[in-house]
T-cell receptor, first 116, second 115 residues
């Protein structure tokens, strides 16, 4: 079965450093999501792409976070500079992107970020 | 705005017994979908079951069933014959119809199955 690929699986960095996460969605999936999940809480949307366009980045801290999906396929999420409060699991997900209510999300394995 | 509420931060159930995890939602859109995901300690999010707002019957998938009460805006997950491997976080989520519609998650319930 096709999977959403994410890397790295784990990332340890010091505060004020830059970090980047990569995601490759399931082939043919037009919608790509980046979620942040703090331990013990539900995922919170950071940014949502439809093909190469951003459709929702209202919760993305744009002073330090950026996301791109230049060719409408894979995506990169960057944090610069990282802060202690950024320590969390970063989940990438994709869906077919046809706007139907029954479209489920397929998740990658996530990147666990620790900022020291 | 969409909102999902899960009022049980943690639940315990004895192995082989059934357990119900609560979920209530808020939306003004008549067309929406409700989902349940399982997240084991390893971190991956596993899709369990889906219920559409216009579906006449409650969804079932193996040991999972969804008790959908549209008027009360609730979509509770029922796990029958609990197994030790069911110990995990469980998230209720909702999507409304249309391009660009967000997929919103609840805060989750941690289920612990006791031997």
């Amino acid at each position: 079965e096709a999977e959403v690929a994410q890397s790295p699986r784990y990332k340890i960095t010091e505060k004020s450093q830059a970090v980047a996460f990569w995601c490759d969605p399931i082939s043919g999936h037009a919608t790509l999501y980046w979620y942040r999940q703090i331990l013990g809480q539900g995922p919170e949307l950071l940014v949502q792409f439809q093909d190469e366009s951003v459709v929702d980045d209202s919760q993305l801290p744009k002073d330090r976070f950026s996301a791109e999906r230049l060719k409408g396929v894979d995506s990169t999420l960057k944090i610069q500079p990282a802060e202690l409060g950024d320590s969390a699991m970063y989940l990438c997900a994709s869906s077919i992107g046809q706007g139907q209510v029954n479209e489920k999300l397929f998740f990658g394995s996530g990147t666990q970020l620790s900022v020291l | 705005a969409q909102k999902i509420t899960q009022t049980q931060p943690g639940m315990f159930v004895q192995e082989k017994e059934a357990v119900t995890l609560d979920c209530t939602y808020d939306t003004s859109d008549p067309s929406y979908g409700l989902f349940w995901y399982k997240q084991p300690s390893s971190g991956e999010m596993i899709f369990l079951i889906y219920q559409g707002s216009y579906d006449q019957q409650n969804a079932t998938e193996g040991r999972y069933s969804l008790n959908f009460q549209k008027a009360r805006k609730s979509a509770n997950l029922v796990i029958s014959a609990s197994q030790l491997g069911d110990s995990a976080m469980y998230f209720c989520a909702m999507r409304e119809k249309g391009y660009g519609q967000n997929f919103v998650f609840g805060p989750g319930t941690r289920l612990s199955v006791l031997p």
